[in-house]
């Protein structure tokens, strides 16, 4: 069965600084999709960054970054120079397959930046 | 484009009543998914619909919770009748056939 495990509950980081946020998952099937997404405190869920399971090289989007390591079956995001507004909870998510279905999560951590 | 709407954003409750949240998806995406997070614990998967289809209810708690989507548009959730355990913060997202998924901003439920 598919499962995602983030194991920091919460992180502080200093502004400026760079934060990787841990993610690993299991799946027995060989395509799948990683995401992550961002929910400030106002509520909604904002997509960051998505992996493709054969996807040779890493994910990056502006200051985001997805540090895939398939063999370890890790899926961690880094941001880089952080910001205020990066203070939020972030959650981890695979698909199984790449066509439409359900997308599970991790249980979320939660980042605050320290000015 | 439009995203995706949920309403309300906020309902308040007694045990023993009914909610009906709504969900309007991004125009074209036929496929429609509704998730839920109680008392701060995991975001959990309750269906997906392909556009009037249910094509997974797997994670639908009891059939105290009744999703429909006719004509394939926007979706409706109710509850009936609901349950202090109910409350937490329910999602709805919508892609196209493969693609990424838009979430709305939720509807934040109390049974009080």
């Known amino acids: 069965a598919q499962k995602i495990t983030q194991t920091q509950p919460g992180m502080f980081v200093q502004e400026k600084e760079a934060?990787?946020?841990?993610?690993t998952?299991?799946?027995?099937?060989?395509?799948?999709g990683l995401f992550w997404y961002k929910q400030p405190s106002s509520g909604e869920m904002i997509f960051l960054i998505y992996q493709g399971s054969y996807d040779q090289q890493n994910a990056t989007e502006g200051r985001y970054s997805l540090n895939f390591q398939k063999a370890r079956k890790s899926a961690n995001l880094v941001i880089s120079a952080s910001q205020l507004g990066d203070s939020a909870m972030y959650f981890c998510a695979m698909r199984e397959g790449f066509s439409a279905s359900k997308i599970i999560f991790g249980s979320g951590t939660r980042l605050s930046i320290r000015p | 484009e439009a995203g995706v709407t949920q309403f309300p954003s906020h309902s308040v409750i007694e045990k023993g009543q009914t909610v009906?949240?709504?969900c309007d998806p991004i125009s074209g995406h036929d496929n429609l998914y509704w998730y839920r997070r109680v008392m701060?614990?995991?975001i959990k998967f309750l269906l997906h619909f392909v556009k009037e289809s249910k094509q997974d209810e797997s994670g639908m708690p009891n059939n105290r919770f009744l999703a429909e989507r006719t004509g394939g548009t926007y979706s409706t959730l109710k509850v009936q009748p609901a349950e202090l355990e109910d409350s937490g913060v329910y999602f709805c997202a919508s892609s196209w056939a493969g693609g990424g998924y838009t979430f709305g901003s939720g509807t934040r439920l109390t049974v009080v």
């Open chain 1, 19 to 23: 934060v990787t946020l841990d993610c």
């Open chain 1, 25 to 32: 998952y299991d799946t027995s099937d060989p395509s799948y």
């Open chain 2, 20 to 22: 009906t949240l709504r």
């Open chain 2, 40 to 42: 701060g614990k995991e």
